[in-house]
């Protein structure tokens, strides 16, 4: 089992309340755990060891996405004073922690979303890794976690992939879901930074998030409860953010909806759906042009992969057809007034997991706004033309730098 850490120093060095005083708790760049330069990763470390007992594989149609977990598990323990460890891949198992760990009373953990795909030759190809590992720094960082080499981080994670790319079906579609987490785990009830932390990697094999193909959503519009606020934490991807979305989702739920559309202020912004972000497609009001909307990264939106991603190629193949490629806010009413005026096209959400979700309807002030999907059409011609781009570069279709291939 992991072993419980105990730091032989104290982390602290420079007060909190002190740095409040100077600045703006938003403005503040936050630069990780520990200040000092101490070890940092050493993939040439790397200890494997492998699993006496494999598991049977799944036929691809019986996987449950985040049901079914591989033989081994990734891991790296941090101390303040030694900064990060030798890495191990060892066989999976359970966490060794004492119940006094910060981890459990002040919710020190942070963590990604990523895949691991099969091209067609068998080859296993990464997505954007690097911009997984930048957003894991960020999200650490802001929490008082240790931050770490990406490149040297990318390079044990691709080893991992390697090792485990017998549970990734040879089919498109499917892929290896992969959780990069981060915790705090120092023996303390005491409030601040962690003189300890794990880092660790598990991976479940996927399927399509849609087994029959695409199915639209229908959304509440969700007032009442607030997913993140200027100067918060709703840009960065921490366990914290995750819990208290689930009540008013069960809400939702209650009266039919499958997810939350996240409102924000008096103004009634629209910012993300679920635990995606969220893009508008609508003719613009003033110059009729087609026009792709999606919130600014103003601190309360997520700085999703999958967003990043579809900007790009809307910049790329959109805009050169008149196309007008939007980072702004925008209000529910602005969405409704499109959609009474006959200008929204399509509205989508977009993650990691589905890469795009159609949205069929969303429940606002007692009313049902459609957007724009044709009775019986599950998915629009935009929606589905960007999977499409983005899974071209995912499996490698498409030779791009986005393609992170796994040496053998």
Known sequence: MLRQLRPRSSLIQQSPLRLLATCRQYSIQASGASTIKRQDIDPSSLTITKTTTPKETLPPTDLVFGRTFTDHMLSLEWTASEGWL????????????????????????????????KDSAGQVRLFRPERNMARLNKSSARIALPTFDGAAMIELIAKFAQLESRFIPDMKGYSLYLRPTMIGTQRTLGVGPPGSALFYLIASPVGPYYPTGFKAISLEATDYAVRAWPGGVGNSKLGANYAPCIVPQMEAAKRGFHQNLWLFGEEEYVTEVGTMNLFVAMKNKETGQKELITAPLDGTILEGVTRDSIL????????????????????????????????????FGAGTAAIVAPVRNISWKGKMVDCGLKPGEEAGQLTLQLKDWIEARQYGDEEHEWSYTVPK
Not at 316 to 334: F, H, N, R, V
């Open 312 to 347: 790009s190629l809307a910049r790329q193949k959109l805009a050169p057809e008149g196309w007008i490629i939007s980072e702004k806010k925008y209000t529910m009413k602005d969405l409704d007034d499109a959609a009474n005026q006959g200008r929204l096209i399509e509205v």
């Open 86 to 117: 030798a890495p191990r891949i060892t066989p999976y198992q359970n966490l060794s922690l004492d119940p006094a760990s910060c981890v459990f009373h002040y919710a020190f953990t942070a963590f990604e979303g990523m895949k691991a795909y």
